[in-house]
Each structure stands twice: as structure tokens, then as C-alpha cells.
């Protein structure tokens, strides 16, 4: 399926790292314009964040997107080797193991230091430093792989947190029989929200595109969705 979305970040290069990472792709698959650039402003005020139009994405349909990685074609083990020297930059003991799912790779780093730092402000270096494995492992491939990272447990603690925030906001709208929103989601997010609400037959959803982002809609069942 062709598409034409537009993604923002605090740089051109930040706004592509979400457009790869929301889309599934590579840098070198991402064909896009910049709409808007980065601005600072004047003294921190009226600062601005950068936009780019992402042009005819090719997205690989549901059956391609599930298939399994071709160990004999992508070499596991050096993306984690790589990660591993870098996590050894900055820590002295550290413990990662790889998980291959479709055609997803997930690296998990345990470590008693203080990693902060990796993670970064809202996760952002983690963002930078998935984006970097998943185009090596991609250009290995010779195909779109994804690489995720999960610093002692960064990941597995911000994704119950937002199942708890869906799960309450799911009753709240049966108790009070009215349609409520949840914030703005990557689709990374909107996937893990689908599967909660999805466990309460009192609800459904509807989801609309958000800027670069998409907001899913909860509502009661017995509710028409005209209202909204």
C-alpha cells in the first residue's frame, strides 16, 4: 500500500528516525521532503520542531511483515557483539541476551550501574541507538529488520504502565457511558493499547491520525458512534 504521512522531531534527522521506526523501514527506503526545519528561535522562544513528508512507502503486507528472520542470512550474534561495545563504554559489567521474533530482534541489557544515560530523556537514546542496530542488521539482510533495545527493563516498565493507564481509562468510560481519548501513539503503543481494550467486550475503539501520530477513541458499546 502507497502512503504519504508526515512525522516531527526536535531535527530532520529525529523526525526520520520516527518515520523508520513507525513504519517499519530503513534509512535508505525512506523516501521524503522536508516540510519544515528545526528552528531554536530567539533566546529558547518561539522555537519550532522539524517536519518531513514521507512519500510512496511501499508497506509490505501483513504475511511478509510476520515472516521469520533467515538465520543463515542475518548474523545475530554481531548485533549483540555491537551493542555490547558499546554498552562496555560506559559500564563495566553487563549482561545482554538476544530474543528473535519475526522479524523483530530484541536486546536486553541488565547492568547494576546506573543507566540512565542510555536511556536517555523519554527514551530518546534509546530510540537513536535501535535505529543505528536496526540499519546494520537491515543492510545485512538485505531487508527491513527491526532491532529493539530494553535497558533493565525500561521497556517492560513503560509498557505496563500504559496498560494500566488504558485499563483504567477502558472503565472509566463504562462507568460514565461516554467516549474518552487516550493520548497521541506510535504505533508501537496503539498495538499494545488494541490488545487491552480488546479484553473488555463493554468497549470499542476508533482510532484517527493525530499530526504524526494516531489518537484511539474509547467507547461503550451501547453507545452509538455517532456521538463522537
Known sequence: MLIEREFEGKTVTDATIEACKELGITR????FEVVQKESSGVFGI??????IRVRDVQLANDDVQTSELD???IDT???KNIFQQIADHFVEESEID??????????????????GFLIGKNGEMIKNLEFLLSRIA???NSQSVLVGIDINSYRERKDDQLKEKVKSLVQKVISINRPLSLDSMNSYERRISYLVIEENSEVTYHTKEYGHLKK???FPKKLDMNLS
Open 28 to 31: 535508505d527506503e525512506l523516501n
Open 46 to 51: 518561539g522555537g519550532r520542531n522539524a517536519i
Open 71 to 73: 538465520d543463515n542470512l
Open 77 to 79: 550474534e554481531k548485533i
Open 98 to 115: 538476544l530474543e528473535v521474533k519475526n522479524k523483530n530482534i530484541l536486546l536486553k541489557m541488565k547492568s547494576s550501574a546506573d543507566l
Open 138 to 140: 537491515s543492510k545485512q
Open 216 to 218: 484511539i477513541t474509547v
